[in-house]
């Protein structure tokens, strides 16, 4: 339990005394007053993450979201954050939470496929979902519903809380110039996309972020794919390799979770429930908007300072990952009637949304960054 | 005052007796305490609106969050909600706020271009920010800065509350081939996008949501635009006009405002502040979410069982407005000094986070609904 740091609340003693007050006559005569005091308990949350400390972003993100349940409620959350391998293990903290030691987690569903291949979902999956569609799915196509069967089998409930957008494709010290260069090849990336990877004869190899840059530096491994150019360059990958690739099919819109103790949580009254929904759910609006102004400045100086040469997956490329996406699919389909449902739901949206996509934000952008020359 | 609604405070009494007797100890020694109870002061909020009420998106979508707001604070918010017309007219809604008179509106801030011209930079302006841009813009790119300082000058403070997305480039009743296709055209279009029409020759009319069909219908305007094809089918503009354009260069991502009364804000604690902030950005969020879900649908709605016939705005006419839009910014920036502020800041987030657009959404997006035949 080193490291541990606690968001503090404020002292709240001049308000006791105020409440003291106001709630004695409150319950004399509650109706005839215009603004009576009104009182709600205190609620203890230790929240572990999948993230070092202040690691731009991902940390700071959840930090940010532990901080704001502390301040909306003024100190009556009572949030104690723990960082990686501060409490616990990055990948422990799904048990920690699961098993009631820890009351939530900040992280991404995706490295729980051990446990069920159906979480893949909940983060991201190859051609998937970008953010603004899976938010779509989520909230009104049904996936909400199922993220909540899945997770109601661990004993969890979880929120979505934050997004890192479409990510790079990774970083390659070779060029990629069909699907048979993954051949062999040992690329650092989770959760489906890795098992893509698998189907085209390359080794996916799961690792948190805390160990990818010393794994990519020694040769364990020959490439990698992180997040974007902003968490990429701090992640100092341009100092091991040459070539960053174009767009990932991968993780489209990588959602990450707020993943609750479902018993606590529904012990907790519905404005408190509410209280911590919401908070998730300005985190989700406020890391997207955070990736995506930092994600174009990062990339210039990558270009620029780095020397780090851009380069487009082909379109012969993309059809190879189609080919092996849709093989990953028969399986995860396979392994339980859950995950069929959730597939099923999955390509629906896709397909009601990807459509309404194509008429909206991609002829607009296309147009609009035609016609300025952006 | 009529058919004024209000969202009703839930019974509290329980909780005050319960409070009573935990401050009573709590005063005595609160440090020594697990889980002692806090109390807070209510809050009396009313809310006008630009919208009709129940209206689809826009009006469910600020009913939804005047409710949050009481939900969330478990009643101690007591909301009193106002439709468009039911306190004040829709336009109304900014004095109504500005004086005092209400707590908050929930609109489109493009409506108050007769105020000042730069309001239109935070709903939408032609040639401008997708939902994704606008958020990147808004909370990491200098642009709440920039509308706090706008808005402060009237006495309110705004933030995010919700999003349409991409909207449609309008119903019309003769094709548009190009740009002199807008000559002598009477069309409803608001805001900045209504002055491009004007350049085009057009005659731009501004009218709320509730007075447009009868005056397609009537033929006292020619053509329209409103927002994207589950709001458009609701207003039935499918019976008054045949033409059905994409994409808009005029509201590629209308955000739609909570405005506050900047006194009566700060009045509150922190926490308060706070928590109204996190139910307007997860209004943000929700919004967006649930017009891209039912957009597709609707759209398919609207070609199948209407005929609608969906047509593409051609690079020349794009060309035309991005001539014409030019002209505008021109005139909105020698406004005054703060227009011209905005403006630039506004370019930079566009050239910035939509160079990293080219490389992120678009490129996917376009790879995976061509892989898949989306």
Redesign the interface.
């Known amino acids: 339990m080193k490291n541990k740091k606690t968001v503090l609340p404020k002292n ?2 001049r ?6 007050t ?3 006559v ?2 004399v005569a ?1 109706s005839s007053l ?11 949350i230790a929240i572990v993450t999948t993230w070092p400390r202040d690691f731009p972003g991902l940390g700071t993100g959840a930090q940010r979201f532990a901080q ?1 349940m502390s ?6 959350f009572q949030v104690s954050y723990y960082a990686a391998g501060e409490r616990v293990k990055a990948f422990d903290s799904f048990d920690e939470v699961a098993s009631g030691n820890a009351q939530m987690y900040h992280g991404a569903d995706y490295y729980w496929v051990g446990k069920d291949q159906a979480w893949g979902y909940f983060t991201a999956v190859p ?1 998937g979902l ?4 899976i ?7 049904g996936g909400q519903e199922l993220w909540d069967e899945l997770a109601g089998k661990f004993g969890l409930k979880n929120f ?1 809380c934050g997004n890192t ?2 990510q ?1 494709g990774g970083w390659f010290n070779k060029k990629i110039r069909s699907a048979n260069d993954f051949k062999g090849l040992k690329m650092r990336m989770p959760g489906l996309g890795g098992q893509v990877l698998g189907k085209l004869g390359g080794s996916p190899i799961s690792l948190p972020g805390g160990q990818i840059y010393e794994n990519l530096v020694s040769g364990a491994i020959d490439a990698t794919e992180w997040v ?2 902003w968490n990429d360059e701090a992640m100092k990958f341009q100092e091991a390799a040459k070539y960053y690739y ?4 991968h993780e ?1 819109g990588s959602m990450l979770a707020a993943g609750c103790n479902k018993s606590w949580l529904t012990s907790l ?3 408190d429930q ?2 911590i ?3 998730a ?2 985190e ?3 890391m ?3 990736y ?6 990062a ?1 210039t100086r990558l270009i620029n300072d780095h020397g780090v040469q ?1 380069e ?2 082909s ?1 012969k490329v ?2 190879g ?2 080919k092996a996406a849709n093989e990953v699919f028969q399986e995860v389909q396979a392994g339980s009637d859950l995950a069929a449902r959730i597939h099923a739901s999955f390509v629906k ?24 020359g ?1």
């Open positions: 709240n003693r308000k006791f005394l105020k409440a003291a106001a709630t004695g409150a319950a509650a215009a603004a009576p005091a009104v009182a709600a308990e205190r609620v203890e704001r301040d909306m409620s003024d100190g009556r051609f970008t953010y603004t569609e938010n779509a799915w989520i909230r009104y196509g979505m957008g479409v790079m974007g150019p174009y767009p990932g099919m489209p009254s519905k404005s509410l209280l929904e919401a908070a759910a300005m989700n609006d406020v997207m908007s955070e995506n102004a930092k994600n174009g400045a990339l851009l487009k997956f379109d993309y059809d990952f189609s949206a896709r397909e009601e949304v990807g459509a309404w996509t194509n008429l909206s934000d991609s002829p607009y952008i296309a147009q609009r960054n035609r016609a300025l952006v």
